[in-house]
């Protein structure tokens, strides 16, 4: 049945957004930039190398254990400069108020906007505000743009991964989405799994300065970490080999999962970041992530293998092989 | 592991010949596809999925009767996420919902009496699908409604039952079935015992099984051995959840509220005493009779042969539209919309062994 009308599940970072970029925004704006679809676009300015991104906030409940929208908003963008190996320089912000939201909530989410900037070093350099009708709206939104610096030879793409690649992982799994899915009105259980949502620079630059040969890196939200790594499996058009014993998954979002049906691996993150480095480099990296107090459960969770080229294998628990899928985008609540 | 699966080939080779065993619940289907499981089996044990998930055998024109009555106006429709996405004859209740409808998702029946509750301006209908495991929890919705004189909320109601579904594909004869595995939910509330008739009436070995792809394994293990022993009985694989008498107090509360009823299953046709119907005492809270529910004559896609796969006489990937014009973003069958759904699980997990 073809989708003529926009449903839930073009946001859900799956298959369906995919296609609509694909079909219906990618090809009335294509240029070279947009076409690398990366997290980050690379710009060259006056000979340096530029990231920049933007990203939208709708997540609700728009305060979760572990964060709130303004945690997610500079964390979620200054992630996606990181994840080209971008230091971030500079964010702007666009608020949408929901007409009737008390000032003191939005002064309390622009105060968590403050303290995260701060802690990664970011400024926020321009802005914007709008109120909509109430009802319109649901209390806030906000977008961000960010700016970063690329250092010399630091070029990181998500079409550079080789067979032989280690893969890597900083800690547990799916803990931003179960987080915030265990607060929604209609759904909420009571869990210990708090939102793992973190800014990533100062974890990356740590990877990126061991001296070890990184190929890229993504940072699994939305559609968690299968969409990850099969959009780098499609983009360097190489195999990708899992395992399932390997992977960080926490006994509360174990059974969280098992309770409402859904796969761990597709399942966002806030806090994570997916590193394919040279094989030979897998343990200086792990070494290095585990140093760090955002890669202190870091694993290495798989291979990179020349075929089946463009696709992502698990090896199961109990010694057989599935296949991990890009996620159609489900039908679940909005959680970034 | 090792140790069930060599003890699976020594009792695969003790059996000689080619088996079928067949599994009837969406959890199943998932564990096995998940796991990895159907490849590792020896070649003369061959595993295929029944109409085991709840979305998959609910009858097109029930989702034609859903779209119908979230188009009217004051109706919020509340549903289980998986039947969103589910093709009617013309429209899905999320293309509904994208053009106005007011549908939502929830996870459990009694979040649909809160929104109700919340919204006395609407008529709030649940649509109950699924077996003995939803049933109990749709039953004790229902009652609290009538207790608390919730009048704006009803269920939608096409519950279904396993037992005599499992002897409809016995007595089809187009799919040769050599032992059941048996889903290890509905049998938490029904007990094992309901299946006692299989093995007594048609000699076919039964064995309610657990939800982890080991549980799988050793279902498998004690079916084969049935056979070696040329037995056929019930037996329990799943004990630290399954006895023999089950749920009592569900048991009660379904037959308090539901009443036995023919069912329509799609793609095998209407089962009789296969459903569940709310007693004539709650009509109050039966949508189908206090909000004049016609259910139609459905038009599935003409190429789609869910009902086939459904009844295990066809893999997923033998379907002439499966992968192809059938994707999980483009579902044009039940099988492909569920995540429980064989296509679907096989579409998601198994389909190299085809493409390979």
């Not at chain 2, 004690?222 to 048991?251: C, F, H, P």
């Amino acid at each position: 049945m073809k989708q003529d009308r926009i449903v839930l599940a073009h946001g859900g970072g799956g298959t369906l957004t995919h296609e609509l970029i694909a079909q219906v925004i990618e090809p009335k704006l294509d240029n070279p930039v947009l076409r690398a679809m990366d997290d980050s676009a690379v710009l060259s300015l006056d000979g340096g190398e530029y990231a920049f991104t933007t990203d939208s906030y709708v997540v609700k409940p728009y305060r979760f254990p572990g964060g709130d929208i303004g945690k997610l908003a500079v964390c979620g963008t200054v992630n996606d400069l990181a994840m080209q190996g971008a230091e971030p320089l500079w964010l702007s912000l666009g608020l949408i108020l929901e007409e009737g939201l008390p000032v003191a909530e939005l002064e309390s989410i622009v105060e968590s906007i403050r303290d995260t900037a701060a802690e990664v070093g970011v400024r926020v350099a321009t802005g914007d505000t709008k109120v909509v009708e109430h009802g319109r709206g649901e209390a806030l939104y906000i977008n961000t743009a960010g700016i970063g610096r690329i250092a010399a030879r630091r070029r990181l793409s998500a079409a550079s991964v080789q067979p032989g690649d280690a893969v890597l992982v900083n800690g547990n799994l799916a803990e931003h989405g179960v987080a915030v899915l265990s607060q929604r009105e209609g759904i909420a259980f009571r869990t210990s799994v708090v939102s793992d949502c973190a800014a990533l620079w100062s974890l990356v630059k740590t990877i990126l300065e061991s001296g070890a040969d990184i190929h890229a890196m993504r940072d699994p939200t939305r559609g968690g970490l299968a969409a990850a790594v099969c959009d780098i499996a499609v983009a360097s058009g190489v195999g990708i080999r899992l395992q399932e014993t390997a992977l960080p998954i926490s006994a509360g979002v174990r059974g969280a999962c098992e309770m409402l049906g859904l796969d761990p691996l597709n399942i966002a993150n806030e806090g994570k970041v997916v590193v394919f480095c040279r094989g030979t480099d897998a343990v200086r990296v792990l070494d290095a992530m585990r140093a760090h107090p955002l890669g202190r459960d870091a694993r290495l969770i798989g291979e990179v293998t020349e075929k089946p080229k463009g696709m992502v294998l698990l090896r199961t628990a109990i010694g057989g092989e599935r296949i991990v899928d890009m996620p159609t985008g489900e039908d679940l609540p909005r959680i970034c | 592991m090792h140790d069930v699966m060599n003890r699976i080939a020594e009792l695969a080779r003790q059996v000689g010949r080619h088996v079928t065993f067949m599994e009837v619940c969406g959890t199943h289907t998932m564990a096995v596809s998940r796991s990895g499981l159907r490849a590792m089996l020896p070649a003369n044990v061959k595993l295929i999925s029944g109409p085991g998930c709840p979305v998959c055998v609910t009858d097109t024109n029930y989702i034609d009767a859903a779209i119908e009555l979230a188009r009217r106006p004051g109706v919020m429709v509340t549903t289980f996420g998986d039947l969103i996405r589910v093709p009617g004859s013309e429209s899905s209740l999320e293309r509904e919902r994208a053009s106005g409808a007011d549908v939502r998702v929830v996870y459990s029946p009694s979040d649909a009496l809160v929104l109700a509750r919340e919204n006395p301006d609407k008529r709030v209908v649940f649509l109950g699908v699924g077996f003995e495991t939803t049933a109990p929890t749709v039953a004790w919705t229902i009652k609290r409604a009538a207790q608390d004189g919730v009048m704006n909320f009803s269920v939608l109601a096409a519950h279904k039952t396993m037992p005599f579904a499992m002897e409809a594909l016995l007595k089809d004869q187009e799919v040769k079935i050599d032992g059941f595995i048996c889903p290890g939910h509905v049998s938490v509330i029904t007990g094992a015992k309901l299946y006692r008739f299989i093995p007594e009436r048609y000699g076919i070995p039964c064995v309610v099984c657990g939800f982890e792809a080991v549980d799988v394994m050793k279902c498998i293990v004690m079916l084969l051995a049935q056979i070696v022993e040329k037995r056929a009985t019930v037996e329990i694989e799943y004990t630290r959840s399954v006895n023999e008498d089950g749920n009592t107090a569900a048991q009660q509360l379904i037959a308090e509220v539901f009443e036995e009823s023919d069912a329509g299953w799609r793609g095998i046709g209407v089962i009789p005493r296969s459903g569940l119907a709310i007693r004539p005492e709650f009509a109050r809270w039966d949508a189908a009779k206090t909000l004049g529910v016609k259910f139609g004559e459905a038009k599935p896609h003409p190429g789609c042969r869910c009902g086939d796969v459904l009844r295990g006489v066809l893999t997923p990937p033998e379907c002439q539209l499966f992968a192809k014009a059938c994707t999980p973003t483009n579902p044009l069958g039940p099988c492909m919309v569920s995540s429980e759904g064989a296509c679907a699980a096989f579409y998601r997990y198994e389909r190299k062994a085809v493409a390979a």
